[in-house]
């Protein structure tokens, strides 16, 4: 019944002795009993529904406390004496959608109608979470009484008695408050008691009448509801950040160096020009090419801000992409269902558990009943606390915390910018350029080191080369030539700033930029969600995958394929046939009393977050953990509904009359340390019976007994025969997993800890948690992913090691790693027939407290402290590391990126000659998958963390880099495939780049140490920089990735990004260009018949047809050096994949469009001759454009015939066949 602010009568003794009729528990004895033809799997009598006791809502006893505790006289077995029967009495009217009074039913049908006002306010909720006080909550409930609406006629007397109800429980609630600021209230007394009742109260009372939601049923699917909260109390996404004006982003981008000088030269050119002329001289279009200078720039502002903003959007969709990775469960119309954290809205019941929905969305109010075990937060997001902070009915849970223990249902009270958190992040928005929005890339990157390694390098001698060209004309005009510094200098400082101009990498922050967002968005399109545009490039250098089996190498589809029970071994082999359909037509079919305490096991220990949906006998839909859906969906064949054997288990049903027990279950979570979950529920003659779960060896070894009535101790043949059963199923691939049982006594001490028996991580083990009875089993099946084999050999072969970490067994670990293809025969002793663990070879496969034992040593002070010389004897073997835990992922990644064995010549000698293992060159570069909370700290410490989409936990994705939308290893795959093109596509950006900056320069310090200008004016150059910057960065960085991508080695983190094989083509293309030039510039006035451009343009004062060839030939051969570009390993034909790259196509094609334009009709905006080329100029500058493809054929031959080929780190074609074939080389 529901816990408002009225308190209830105890139940009838007829009652109270049917409940606990009901909640009777078998024994053995009791199953030897049992009809043995009784094979429909139906309950027994003893485990049928109970009667609902009609618990009457008396109105008038919760007005005092004395009232309240007058009104008790059951008892409860929890507790015994009058406290804890005032404690289970206060409890009695908790569960959300039974039965209410006649007052409260009639105010809540008169007022659920769409659109009814509220009556508390999104500010009055707001100040409640902010407070987070009792009073606080007293206070809003003592508003919403007296705003309440009014009602149909007749019904003012039941609206004031509710108010008289509202008044008076927060009068004692006010009381309560004040007695414990005054004096210590001691736990478990009656006022301790009565004031955790009335909290508990009011919150159900705030959630049922004053926010129309039922903490059983939530609110209502209906979206005119819905809608309508949103309009009343705000929506849960926090608005987006405010983009910076496109004005703003100009402003940032003409910041530059280079373009302020440039700004400035178009400045003083147009002052120079206008207002330097001699008499009688008109200007004409003098003022041309200042304000040409000027508008490329403008050019370049209005480029690179549109990049700039193009990426605020991109960031918008980022965040938007991830909000719809976050979801939560919350209950409406009954049913639990998951939705994104923007679709909460207040009123909503959230269902939370630590487990796999640890993070709040939004701020809230627990409800009751507590669980047993309560719920623990980490509040240190918000508060900056480490203490976990326990929670009790009617406190305020924040949002941005996180549940690190327990389970609890929590009404969702403020949403958006109305939480304590939305405040926080609004605020942020509002007042700061909140930079960290993940684009500008991690400094630590090894491309972002590299690349700004080689800007500086460029940078310094640009600048050199700048102050060498303006010094070397300064001497030689003024000293020797004996000219004018006033009419001069200004030409000297253009020349000087055009060699500047082209010298520095201007484009080369675009190109990076262009290629990490190009390469994202189309990962996207692959599954694969970057949050980090460099882990895009990270991923490309990665040498180590370490990743995770379920859901990962698998399909995630667990199915119960094998159970053990009863000293039988049932194994459904028949695809079609479900495996309790094979039991149930088994003529060694166990009792029915067997079957029904094995589901009962079942639906009793699972958590209330995993759900299973049914059309007959077919799975439709689950949430929640794929282990649990599985043993649902098994109980399920057998022919049992486990929310119905949950919703009438006292302890632990959370639905009708005996939801008021639930307090007196005790839950103890599952988590990593102890391999296991258990469900106490209380028994009706005293004590309690404790459900376990878990690992099979870890579960196994706690069970004294077993299920079977002619022989109860588990004796050692019995359990070597239990063991051989699991090891069967392991090496099928299955996990295994031990139901067993245990009852306890009344009294018994939950939190003791056994002497004897230690967890699986050295911890002691509860008391509770041993002497188990084993009961059963469970082989589950989850079958490989069919892409997976194929993924994992193109890691291989692209000299990516993969390792394996999983929690599952030994034998089902190397059964999965096998078929997987990870593991290989040559992993095994010679000899060796079955592929087990323990024909493995030395190291080859790891559990994990043997891992942790051989990497760990124990300091002078008695601590742990890691031994990486000892991991490093370790890691190169290692392919499997089973029964490992959240830990030892984090040691895994920690030991992997520090090694430095790759310098220990003699170990790496050693291990290439004993175990034809090849040490990667450079420290490792490691992928970690994770979908857990608990695998949060090793994403981070990896250097790439790979979440899962669909079965990570929020805090596990928070902490990655990449999402795995399909939880797919062969998208890690793709992942690394686009990372390398990424640096490919910039490694293709600076060989352009750089061929133009080193033909360009040594034109202009040519020609102005010759004639004292350079031939290649400043206006020219600013094209030549906007074909490089903007047009070639976008063409080179949109290139899709080739499997030749994959055949390659990772590159090394110190390795330059600029390779051997790079600078002979750079430095071979640029000879052949500047011999061009060289030609024009001081034999082309004799060939080609024009007259010298330098006489022309001092004498005549117009613009030269000579220079203008010069200009014309020079964008050609770079246009046509763009595609040799696309090549970075001499590949023979430069033009394939061409036509697959139309946006590359596009920009080549528009650029000699723009060329053309620019040489017929640019006149002196362009500093080109009037009219242009004529058509035999046109002839050659396109010839000698078109020469930059045989002359890169060259290079290659002579490349080709080099001692040195290969040491660009590309793997000679003579050895690389056998590099494929050796899987034993370690990256």
Known sequence: MVKTFMEASPPAESDASSVDKSTEIMTAESIDKDDENNVDGAVDETTTSPQKSSLEITLGDASTPEASAESVSSKSPRMGGLAAAIDSSLRSIQSAGSVLSNMVNAFVQVHTAPKTPFPVTSKDLSDLSSDRTHQALARVLEKAAANMPPCAPGEEEELKSARVKIEALVKRIGTSEEEAGHEKVKSGSMKELQRAHDLECAANALATVILRSKPEDGITNDAVDIEFRRETFGTNA???KKLDSFLKLCWNAVQDFVLIMLIVLGIIGLVVETTTLKDGEKCGACWLEGFAILLSVCIVVLVTASIDYAKQFAFIRLTRSLHETNTKAVVRNGHQMSVTDDDIVVGDILSVNAHNLASIPADCILLGPPISGGLKMDESSLTGESKLISKKPGDVVLSGTTAVQGSAKMLVIAVGINSVAGKIKAHVYDSTDHDGDGLDGDDDSPLFVKLEKIAKQIGIAGTVAALLSFVVNCIKGFVFQGLSPKEYIIEYIVVAITVLAVAVPEGLPLAVTLALAFSSNKMMKEQNLVKHLDACETMGCATTICTDKTGTLTSNKMTARSIYINGTDFSCNDPSLSLGDFIKVSPDRPKASILTLITTLIAVDTMDETTVEFEGNKLTSSTGNPTEVALLAFAHSLGEDCQDLRDSTRGRSL??????????????EFSSARKMMSWAIPKVEGGYRIYCKGASEVVLARCTHQLTGSTPELDDEARQRILGVGEAY???????????????????????????????????????????????????????????????????????????????????????????????????????????????????????????????????????????????????????????????????????????????????????????????????????????????????????????GIAGTQIAKDAADIILLDDNFASIVTAAKWGRNVYASIQKFLQFQLTVNISAVVTALVGSFAFAKSPLAAIQMLWVNLIMDSLASLALASEPPTDELLRRNPVNRSKSIVTVRMWANMLGQAAYQLTIIMFLLFGGPRVFGFPPGDQVEREEGINSEHYTFIFNSFVWMQLFNEVNARSLNGEINVFSGMLQNPLFCGILLITAILQVIMVEFGGKAMHVADGGLNGELWGWSLLFGVGSLPIQQIINILFGQCKDAGVDGRVPSRIKSSRRLSMRTVR
Not at 842 to 867: A, H, P, Q, T, W
Not at 888 to 899: E, I, P
């Open 238 to 240: 926090i608005a987006d």
């Open 730 to 948: 392991n090496r099928r691939g299955m996990r295994t997993l031990v139901l067993a049982y245990r009852d306890l006594p009344e009294g018994v001490d939950f939190d003791a800890k056994s002497a004897n028996i230690l967890n699986a991580d050295g911890t002691e083990a509860l008391e509770v948690e041993t002497n188990l009875t084993f009961a059963g089993l469970v082989g589950i099946e989850d079958p490989l992913r069919p892409e997976v084999q194929g993924a994992i050999k193109q890691c291989y072969e692209a000299g990516i090691d993969v390792r394996l970490v999983t929690g599952d067994s030994p034998n089902t670990a190397v059964s999965i790693a096998y078929q997987a293809g990870i593991l290989k025969d040559f992993h095994f002793l010679d000899g060796s027939d079955e592929k087990i663990a323990a024909n493995l070879k030395s190291n080859v496969l790891m559990e994990g407290k043997v891992f942790r034992r051989k990497v760990y040593k124990i300091d002078d002070d008695g601590e742990k402290e890691f031994d990486q010389t000892a991991f490093d004897k370790i890691w190169p073997h290692l392919r499997v590391l089973a029964r490992s835990s959240p830990d030892d992922k984090l040691t895994l990644a920690h030991g992997l990126n520090q090694s430095t064995l790759y310098t220990d010549k003699h170990a790496c000698q050693k291990l290439k000659a004993e175990d034809q293992i090849t040490v990667f060159p450079d420290r490792q570069v490691v992928a970690m998958t994770g979908d857990g909370t608990n695998d949060a700290p090793a994403l981070k410490r990896a250097d790439i963390g790979f979440a899962m």
């Open 655 to 668: 639905k009708g009359t005996l939801a008021e027990f639930l307090v007196e279950g005790k839950q103890i």
